[in-house]
């Protein structure tokens, strides 16, 4: 299965493949040698909007039924991303999604909808690029 999904503490595994955070903020406390991921994609993460709203700052959190909606129009403008890594596992690559280490309910996480996003456009059409709509760090790994 080229899409996996994890939490970032999670134990890297040999079939993990390519480790990539799609959260919204990054982790705190953790060096840059702690990291357990290859690189940082926000923009597959949820708006800081949503994020909000999931967690019910200032409010009561948003139903999940209306978080993946919302979540699912948000990808609607992260083509770029996700035409990118659909293309890697198209080829075969292997990509670990992963969120924070306190969602521990994975059916309930955006990760997930990113992992059938991906899975979709890869077993679809090859489509044109798109361009950037967000950056993605990346970090060098310890040899």
């Not at 909808?113 to 090859?126: H, N, R, T």
Request: glycine share 4%; proline share 6%; aromatic share 8%.
């Amino acid at each position: 299965m080229p899409v996996r999904t994890k939490r970032w503490n999670d134990p890297r595994e040999a079939e993990d493949g390519y480790r990539l955070l799609i959260c919204r903020f990054r982790p705190r406390g953790v060096s840059k040698e702690d990291e357990t991921w290859d690189a940082w994609c926000q923009a597959l993460a949820p708006s800081a909007e949503l994020h909000a709203a999931a967690y019910g700052k200032g409010q009561a959190p948003i139903a999940f039924e209306e978080y993946e909606r919302r979540f699912r129009q948000e990808m609607t403008r992260q083509k770029f991303w996700l035409e990118g890594f659909a293309a890697h596992v198209r080829r075969g690559d292997t990509i670990t999604l992963l969120c924070s280490s306190a969602c521990v309910d994975e059916a309930r996480c955006h990760r997930t909808i990113v992992k059938e996003l991906l899975e979709e456009i890869s077993s679809g059409p090859q489509a044109e690029p798109a361009r950037p709509a967000a950056r993605v760090v990346r970090r060098s790994r310890p040899a």
